[in-house]
């Protein structure tokens, strides 16, 4: 068997570390250093990272670095950059940060420079994207168009999602946005109820455009589009494709010159800079989406460039291997204080766990160490009326990632200072708790002490910006994503891959018609499987 980077001189001087300071509190960091909270900071563009409450010292940075190093994160980063071939198992190029690439730079795969392509199909979304909105192109029956519902699941669907949702102070109020991505009928009833078929315009998203679930919605779109306006010539009006995959748009029966195309170098869950962004691009127009790019590029030149302790996302990476590794961290919150960050922790949950959620090498052996966390969480300050319980005074380690921004997007009385205060109380109570002595000295009845006592030394880091725009929401995910390929280099697994979604596939396609047929089928399933189908044909029926 090959070495494995925790077989490394690098992994066993971090465990050594790890034996010293695993019980070292963030107060006593704090009180040996009281500078931590000026020094261990980084900013870069609009982005600022206070990584000060981790339970981490100079020395342990020092160390991580020297893994980073060890593990080459540095040469797959620039193999990345490079077009090089490093999603081994689907043998693709990982270019994503060829989509905001600025038109003068060349990005070569299989000797094709990529960034005219990508200028191309962002100039005619951006042609598009102007007719929805300024009125010009209109539906079938020559009314404007003002229902967008972009039907695709997976990553054809989180990340529109999310970004449409968290740059609405930026978007045509006109319009409507809609999602549809579950293959349960009432997500498209629910999104469809109340719209006019008239005005409403189906982008169907999917890179392969074979997807059960996309497909399924995309031609029950049709039939209620064609059930009003029964003409069949009304589909090119009122559909358009997301795809590489122009054959099957074609089949489906959406005109090719309605497809806006992209390539098989971008991933699914990196996609919504490609073409598959073209729902938020028609909200927030193709200015505002430029400047969401322009962000994710500048985050991709500091990842590029800058020395790994001095870089954002690896040290991001960096710390996070730290907990889930050598404390043992299973799960890492994401606790954005935004609402409209609503489904940042979703799209983050795909981005890292479909990612990073590997159990093999790149060679294909068996890895002798933990992986990608779970990745969960909801908007500040909802959870804190919730689940932070937990995090404060349960018996597992959470890291949390705190992220915040100075200026509201819409002031609202004095909800803005609140909101911060409490992004602000959070970190700092996880990090230092309240011990007995300050628990006793409130006068607290004896036998109460011990339940209001707060361990602290859970670790955080605060992420903060002037105010949430394009331009910071691209330098936000562009580092998440550059973290999850830090981590997933250091673990040498293949961050680009997805096979263990396949199975459940491959079951699926095999159970439906044994819920369909006339007849009891003959099921070979485990007994569990069995039992399960023939209830679900009983009741159905019933
Ligand atoms: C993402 C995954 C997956 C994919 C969906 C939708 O990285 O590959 O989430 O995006 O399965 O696939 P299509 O876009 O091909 O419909």
Redesign the pocket.
């Known amino acids: 068997m090959a070495q494995q980077i925790a077989d490394t001189e690098e992994w066993k001087a971090l465990d050594s570390h790890f034996s010293a300071i695993k019980d070292v509190h963030l107060r006593d960091l704090f009180e040996g250093d009281p500078t931590r909270g000026e020094t261990m900071v980084l900013e870069t563009g609009d982005l600022y990272l206070d990584y000060s409450k981790n339970r981490c010292t100079a020395e342990t940075v020092e160390l991580l670095v020297a893994l980073a190093r060890r593990a080459g994160v540095e040469q797959l980063r620039d193999a990345m950059f490079a077009g090089a071939k490093i999603n081994i198992t689907e043998d693709r190029s990982v270019l994503h940060v060829a989509l905001r690439a600025p038109a003068d730079e060349r990005i070569m795969v299989d000797g094709v420079d990529v960034v005219p392509q990508v200028h191309r199909v962002l100039d005619s979304m951006g042609d598009f994207a102007n007719r929805v909105r300024s009125g010009s192109w209109t539906g079938h029956t020559g009314r404007r168009i003002r229902n967008i519902v972009n039907v695709?699941?997976?990553?054809?669907?989180?990340g529109p999602r999310m970004a449409t949702v968290a740059l609405a102070d930026f978007a045509d109020r006109s319009l409507t946005n809609r999602f549809v991505s579950n293959v349960d009928g009432t997500d498209f009833y629910e999104a469809t109820r109340d719209l006019d078929p008239e005005e409403t315009l189906f982008i169907i998203?999917?890179?392969?455009?074979?997807?059960l679930?996309?497909?399924t919605n995309a031609r029950t779109a049709r039939s209620w589009l064609l059930d009003a306006l029964v003409d069949e010539g009304a589909v090119a009006k009122h559909f358009v494709a997301?795809?590489?995959?122009t054959d099957e748009v074609t089949k489906f029966g959406i005109d090719p010159a309605n497809m806006f195309e992209f390539w098989d170098w971008v991933?699914?869950?990196?996609?919504f800079d490609s073409a598959?962004g073209l729902s938020v691009m028609i909200a927030i127009g193709p200015q505002r989406f430029a400047e969401m790019l322009a962000g994710m590029h500048a985050m991709d030149e500091h990842f590029r460039t800058a020395p790994i302790e001095a870089n954002m996302p690896m040290l991001m990476g960096l710390i996070g291997i730290w907990y889930n590794d050598f404390f043992g961290a299973d799960t890492v919150a994401v606790l954005p204080y935004s609402q409209y960050l609503v489904h940042l922790p979703a799209y983050l949950q795909?981005l890292d766990m479909?990612?990073d959620g590997k159990s093999v090498t790149r060679s294909g052996e068996r890895v002798g160490y933990q992986t990608g966390p779970i990745v969960w969480g909801q908007p500040g300050t909802n959870g804190q009326h919730a689940y932070y319980q937990l995090i404060h005074q349960g018996t597992k380690l959470i890291p949390c990632d705190f992220i915040g921004f100075a200026q509201p997007n819409q002031v609202v009385g004095d909800h803005q200072d609140l909101l911060a205060a409490n992004l602000f109380a959070q970190p700092e109570a996880l990090a230092f708790g309240k011990t007995r002595a300050q628990v006793e000295a409130e006068g607290v009845d004896p036998s109460q002490v011990p339940h209001r006592v707060f361990e602290g030394n859970h670790p955080t880091n605060t992420i903060m910006a002037t105010q949430l725009t394009p331009y910071t929401l691209g330098q936000l995910v562009a580092c998440y994503e550059h973290k999850v390929f830090t981590q997933g280099a250091i673990w040498n697994i293949n961050s680009?891959d997805?096979w263990g979604?396949e199975l459940g596939k491959q079951l699926a396609q095999k159970i439906i018609p044994e819920l369909q047929d006339a007849s009891e089928p003959n099921l070979a399933h485990d007994s569990s499987t069995n039992a399960l189908i023939r209830r679900y044909r009983r009741q159905r029926t019933s």
């Open positions: 695709g699941i997976g990553g054809s669907d989180l998203a999917s890179k392969t455009f074979t997807t679930e996309t497909m997301l795809s590489t995959n991933g699914g869950r990196y996609s598959i795909q479909e990612s680009f997805q979604v």
